[in-house]
């Protein structure tokens, strides 16, 4: 501390304007604001370790065959017991995440990609509003399931085209809701100033317009990821989706069903896990749509 010579007046010293934020306090006020998101997030995380890390998490080959040791019940050597053709249940679960997963986030991304800018256009273009909203709902009024299996029989199976058949069943409910958004925002003051100052369209549309539609539609992702998950383990029990040799939560319930009064535990297991994993994309997208939203907010 510098010594001040006698007689001169020293200012003192002023509050700090702009306190340092901490982000950890923060992060975790967040989370104790909206447990479900915490909960939801951390069930989510770990399916994903698990799927990534699944060489090493004590699994063998999922296909792997030993017809001496079919149906063999859950024991410390096979933790979930084996199939009807002897292979790994444990393992085949553990690699079955791979696929769900990769189903539910590959068909949230593509279809809200794609589905916001079909929705933008219809929402701010007026005359494209009735030629691809009637295209919209000539899709939705076929029920998804039933969409992705005509998609399905005209193509070979594998994960990439259950991905795309999901894809084009879910991309109108994405479109509709952004549409349905834009509809009111185009209405907005800022908009209309935006216009009156000489603003080509497209800016508009991508400076004022899309950075309004993320929060409900990254909502909306939330849902479509945990129903592609269903709709892939649906197709795969039916024998529509992935090819029986890829270890899939549907294609395990598929081969355990004619076994379930007997062996219950080869449709138990994926189903848990399938379960586990769906509860966790719903609970985070609650979660993320109640802290979304202002009315929800504590002392409104």
Not at 106 to 120: D, K, M, P, R
Not at 151 to 159: E, I, K
Not at 215 to 233: F, G, K, L, R
Request: net charge positive.
């Amino acid at each position: 501390m510098t010594s001040v010579p006698p007689g001169i007046a020293v200012a003192p010293e002023l509050p700090e304007l702009l306190p340092a934020v901490n982000l950890g306090r923060g992060a975790v006020g967040f989370l104790r604001r909206h447990p479900a998101v915490a909960v939801g997030g951390t069930l989510l995380l770990f399916m994903l370790l698990i799927a990534v890390f699944a060489p090493y998490l004590g699994t063998v080959d999922p296909t792997a065959l030993a017809p001496a040791r079919r149906t063999r019940p859950p024991s410390a050597e096979h933790w979930f017991g084996t199939d009807m053709l002897g292979r790994d249940l444990y393992s085949r679960v553990i690699y079955g995440a791979r696929v769900s997963l990769l189903v539910g986030f590959s068909v949230a991304a593509f279809s809200s990609v794609i589905g916001l800018a079909i929705g933008l256009v219809a929402g701010f273009v007026r005359w494209a509003d009735a030629v691809l909203m009637r295209v919209m709902d000539g899709l939705m009024s076929i029920p998804p399931i039933l969409l992705a299996v005509a998609l399905m029989a005209l193509t070979r199976g594998s994960v990439g085209n259950v991905i795309l058949a999901i894809t084009i069943a879910e991309i109108p409910r994405v479109s509709r809701l952004v549409r349905s958004v834009v509809l009111s925002l185009r209405e907005q003051p800022y908009v209309d100033a935006a216009v009156a100052a000489g603003t080509r369209t497209p800016m508009i549309m991508l400076r004022h317009i899309l950075p309004n539609t993320l929060a409900p539609m990254t909502v909306q992702a939330t849902y479509i990821c945990a129903s592609a998950m269903i709709i892939e383990a649906i197709l795969s029990f039916i024998g529509a989706g992935t090819p029986p040799i890829t270890p899939s939560w549907g294609n395990i319930m598929a081969e355990g069903r004619a076994l379930w009064q007997v062996k219950p535990f080869i449709v138990f297991f994926p189903a848990v896990f399938l379960s586990i994993t769906v509860l966790s994309v719903n609970l985070l997208g609650d979660g993320w749509r109640d802290a979304l939203d202002p009315r929800m907010a504590k002392g409104l």
